[in-house]
């Protein structure tokens, strides 16, 4: 039965409103990416103003953000690929072993707020003198990314038929050698999933950058801070700075969301 006129508007308002809500202030931040602090500032500039590239140059050039961007791209790719090494043969072992508890040990991990471990884990790697380095800040995005790897897979694994691997191991291949020739081939939809949703949520973490990071690894989400001071916060840079770090993550969301949602649902039913 096709739905009423009156439901059929009421969805479409629904969801403009909803539309509309979410990606205002994305739009008002790159507009005002664009404004000087003054046009701001100025209500009757809000929509018609002289645009800027000004706070652009200024994040580019004078704050250094090449070099941000850079220490970004490597703390999530280096913490994605860790993440994957690991989290692959865990889910594996997990989800064709029942180690079930193993799992719940997993996502409790998940579930700990991350702020109550940043006080052991600073007093743990400044006695190691690794506070500042490229490694504690991969560590501790490890952190947010393994879990997220193990309980992605553990699903996709589940919905693997077991009797291929059963078949290579009448064949006289060994749990591993199944895993590598049949197993991980079967599941490259559900690798990159887990590895886009690592990398974002790595590349997005602020809280452990800010604090386990120094000037020479510190990322760009920690970055942003330096256009706010105690007498007076640079908007226009500020915004600018931002729209740095959310652009290159909503281009890649919106070209790999097909796979993101395939490999998230391929796992939802048992093959």
């Keep these: 039965m096709r739905p009423r006129p009156a439901y059929r508007a009421f969805r479409v308002v629904a969801l403009t409103v909803v539309v509309l809500g979410l990606i205002a202030p994305l739009v008002w931040m790159i507009a005002a990416s664009f404004k000087t602090n003054v046009d701001i500032y100025d209500p009757g500039k809000a929509l018609v103003f002289s645009p800027t590239v000004g706070n652009y140059a200024k994040v580019l050039q004078q704050a250094n953000y090449v070099e941000f961007i850079v220490n970004s791209l490597w703390v999530a790719f280096a913490a994605t690929v860790a993440s994957l090494i690991l989290g692959l043969p865990a889910a594996y072992s997990m989800s064709r072993f029942a180690m079930r ?13 991350g ?13 190691l003198k690794m506070v500042g380095g490229f490694g504690v800040l991969i560590i501790s995005h490890m952190f947010v990314s393994l879990p997220l790897v193990v309980y992605i897979m553990m699903g996709y694994f589940d919905s693997l038929p077991t009797e291929l691997e059963e078949a290579a191991l ?13 197993t991980l081939p079967l599941s490259m939809p559900g690798i990159a999933t887990s590895g886009i949703l690592s990398f974002i949520f790595s590349w997005n973490n602020f809280m452990f950058a800010l604090v386990l990071s120094d000037a020479d690894t510190k990322t760009l989400p920690v970055a942003i801070f330096d256009f706010v001071g105690y007498a007076s916060i640079d908007w226009g840079g500020l915004m600018a700075a931002t729209t740095v770090v959310t652009l290159p993550i909503m281009v890649i969301a919106l070209f790999v969301q097909k796979y993101v949602v395939s490999g998230l649902t391929a796992g939802a039913t048992k093959g």
């Design 101 to 113: 508890k193993s799992a719940l040990v997993v996502l409790m991990a998940r579930v700990i707020p």
């Design 115 to 127: 702020v109550s471990l940043l006080v052991p884990w600073f007093y743990v790697f400044s006695n």
């Design 170 to 182: 009448v064949d006289g291949l060994t749990h591993i050698g199944a895993f590598r020739r049949i």
